[in-house]
Structure formats: structure tokens, C-alpha cells
């Protein structure tokens, strides 16, 4: 198996790694509100972020990675996240009014049309919510709009080599939705690349291990070995793609361009 891109080159030459869910899993966090982080407990997927970065973290849920970026990237810094459930919003509202964060704000809005104006973001997560979109060109479109020039994304979620069996799909997204949305690895990055990021690609890549007793009900024995093959293009992956915008537009990907929505 060989998706991977050239890896690009990040701020301050940190440590290539990953973001979201490559290691930790889509929707696991490190941290819960409140809990301080720093130096060697920093999650990898925030080694991107530095002071006084303005951050976008689309499905940021019930807020728990906003707080945590918010401590990193400091008081000149901004953490907007982004969410459609009116009731994770509420929450993430609650408790920020309860803490003395002053650098995160939460917005209910629907991440194919992001409320925020273009060019906002130095650095945007988006965590096993890409999969979930109906229009995900559009959803491409719309994160390459609010990403700044030089800016970087982050996108973590499921990706397939080969086509799987229909029922095997849906039972998988019982267990994470995201993995109903999954597309082979190819398109997945051909919707970035599409909408005008040059740079990145695909920087961690790990093997989604089910229940064998869920494999057993779509597969035959010889193609369950090969899902529990670590080194077998048969399976799921979760995957963690990493781009930059680039410091000009194209008229082709310019963000103005009235065609550029278009379905």
C-alpha cells in the first residue's frame, strides 16, 4: 500500500506527525475541559499551532479540543469552533462562560457554508466530520475559502483501498459514523487538491481493526486474514491529511471565483 504524499514542511519545522484521529481515533480526545496541557503532553495533532494563531475546529462537538488549542496558541490567538448540533453549542457555551478562557468562541453553522469570512484561519481541524457531509467538494471549497494564504488544514477521517461489502460498511459506522462516508484514499485527496491546496497529502495512515465477529458475517475466512493483515491494502484506514494553501490563488481556485461552488 503506498497513499502517502510528500509530507510538507510545517511552522517552525516541527515534528512531522498527525492531527485529530490517526493514532487516537476519530472523536477520541486527550484531554477533558479544563486540564491544562504543555510541553511533552501536548497531543500530537496541536503540534501545529503557535502563539497567536486564529484556529477554525469544524465539528468542535461539546468544545473539549477549542479549549485545549486555546491554551496553546495564547491570549493573541483565536479558537472559533464550529458546529451544527444547537445542543453541543449550548454546552460548549456553558462552560465557557464558566471558565476564564477568553479566546474561543463557539458558532452553530453548517461546515459547507462556514460562518466566517475568508481568509480567517491560520490552522483548521476537522475530526471525522468530512465523511458526514453530503456535498463534500463544497465542504473542500468552503475550508479552502476561510484557510489563509500559507495557512495549513487538517482533516482526519476513514479512507478504503479497495471497494468493501455494503453491510460490512454500515455495521463499521455503528462503531464511528464517519466510516459510512468513507472513500477510496484517492478521491478522498482529490477534493483538496481539487479546490487548489498544492502542497500535502496523507501523513499518517493506520489500519482500522473490527471485530472479527463482524468481519466474519461479510467475508470469507481468506479475505477476514487479509483485514487483519496490517501490511493489506483490504480494509479501512484511518487517516490523517495534511495541506497548505498556497500563497496565491489560481483564477482557477481563487476563492472569489463565482464558478468555484458550482455543483
Not at 36 to 43: A, R, S, V
Not at 56 to 76: C, N, T
Not at 189 to 194: A, C, R, V, W
Amino acid at each position: 500500500m503506498d497513499i502517502t504524499s510528500n509530507v510538507i514542511e510545517r511552522k517552525e519545522a516541527v515534528a512531522q506527525s498527525a492531527c485529530a484521529c490517526g493514532s487516537g481515533g476519530c472523536g477520541c480526545h486527550s484531554h477533558t475541559q479544563g486540564q491544562q496541557i504543555e510541553g511533552k503532553d501536548i497531543p500530537e495533532r496541536f503540534q501545529l499551532l503557535q502563539e497567536g494563531d486564529r484556529v477554525v475546529d469544524l465539528g468542535s462537538g461539546l468544545g473539549i479540543d477549542s479549549f485545549a488549542m486555546a491554551q496553546l496558541i495564547g491570549p493573541k490567538g483565536k479558537v472559533v469552533g464550529i458546529d451544527l448540533s444547537e445542543a453541543n453549542i449550548k454546552t460548549a457555551r456553558e462552560y465557557l462562560d464558566s471558565s476564564r478562557i477568553s479566546n474561543v468562541e463557539f458558532r452553530q453553522g453548517d461546515i459547507a457554508s462556514i460562518p466566517l469570512p475568508h481568509e480567517f484561519a491560520d490552522v483548521i481541524y476537522a475530526s471525522c466530520v468530512f465523511n458526514l457531509q453530503s456535498n463534500k467538494q463544497k465542504v473542500a471549497d468552503e475550508i479552502y475559502r476561510v484557510c489563509d494564504h500559507n495557512g495549513y488544514v487538517c482533516v482526519s477521517d476513514y479512507v478504503i483501498i479497495n471497494d468493501i461489502p455494503e453491510g460490512l460498511r454500515k455495521e463499521a459506522a455503528t462503531l464511528a459514523g464517519c466510516i459510512e462516508g468513507a472513500e477510496k484514499a484517492e478521491v478522498f485527496m482529490n477534493y483538496f487538491h481539487k479546490t487548489g491546496f498544492t502542497k500535502g497529502g496523507i501523513v499518517e495512515v493506520v489500519k482500522v481493526k473490527l471485530p472479527v465477529e463482524m468481519l466474519e458475517k461479510h467475508l470469507s475466512p481468506a479475505m477476514v486474514r487479509k483485514y487483519n493483515d496490517a501490511d493489506s491494502d483490504e480494509g479501512i484506514f484511518s487517516v490523517v491529511l495534511l495541506v497548505e494553501k498556497p500563497e496565491t490563488c489560481s483564477a482557477e481556485t481563487c476563492c472569489g471565483n463565482p464558478d468555484k461552488h458550482k455543483n
